[in-house]
């Protein structure tokens, strides 16, 4: 039986990009895919959140001389962009997937709503939610925490290139030491860069769990479900 019944999975857009570092490898792509369909397959429901990193991120455009609503709402549609992509390969791997929008843009998707969304989970569709909260000055850490708890997910799981929370930066400081469990409190408290601020305010104001994990690896996906401990979990 999986440890969660309903997730959130957020998913960088970096990550996305593989190992040719922009645009979309459409090998990890699949890998995700895989590996979505491997909890699918055990009655988890699944929403996604997925960043636009690897195509465009509005606060460095506006670093660059871009007009920063602009600038975020670029982002936004790179996001759009992202899981168009991972819904077409979900649909390859044979998987239910329904992809909402914050911002109105049918037939490109759905505008999102709460109601539209669960009713799509307990379908056992995927539910992708792009476009962020579909507002500016807000990434996709605290939209992903906001979608988390509309959708009343059992935790919000945030798959990265790392394998959890250290004291610093592990690709930075050889000397950083992993956190198996953490609370929101110690997170703020050592400014740990596990999601902005916003978003881990956010997570403990409404009691959404986050764990993350290195989502990179195959099959890292199922043993979390699983219940091994292999990434860092936060919460109260």
Known sequence: MAKFNRILLKLSGESLAGGQGHGIDTERLAA??????????????????????????????????????????????????????????????????????????????EFYSKWKALEALRRGEVVIC??????????????????????????MLKGTRVDGVYTADPEKDPTATKFSDISYGEVLRRGLRVMDLSAITMAQENGLPIYVFDMDTPGNLRKVLDGENIGTYVHA
């Not at 509005?58 to 602009?70: N, S, T, W, Y």
């Not at 390859?92 to 914050?102: C, D, E, F, I, S």
């Not at 962020?132 to 906001?146: A, C, E, I, K, V």
């Open 32 to 109: 995700y895919a895989r590996q979505i369909k491997e909890i699918v397959d055990m009655g988890v429901q699944v929403g996604i959140v997925i960043g636009g990193g690897n195509i465009f991120r509005g606060l460095q455009g506006a670093g660059k001389g871009f007009d920063r609503v602009k600038g975020d709402q670029m982002g936004m549609c790179a996001t759009v962009i992202n899981s168009l992509a991972l819904s077409s390969a979900l649909d390859a791997a044979g998987v239910p997937n329904r992809v909402l929008t914050a911002i109105r843009m049918e037939p490109i998707g």
């Open 130 to 155: 792009s476009g962020g909260t579909g507002n500016p000055y807000f990434t996709t850490d605290t939209g992903s925490t906001l979608r988390g708890i509309e959708m009343e997910a059992d935790v």
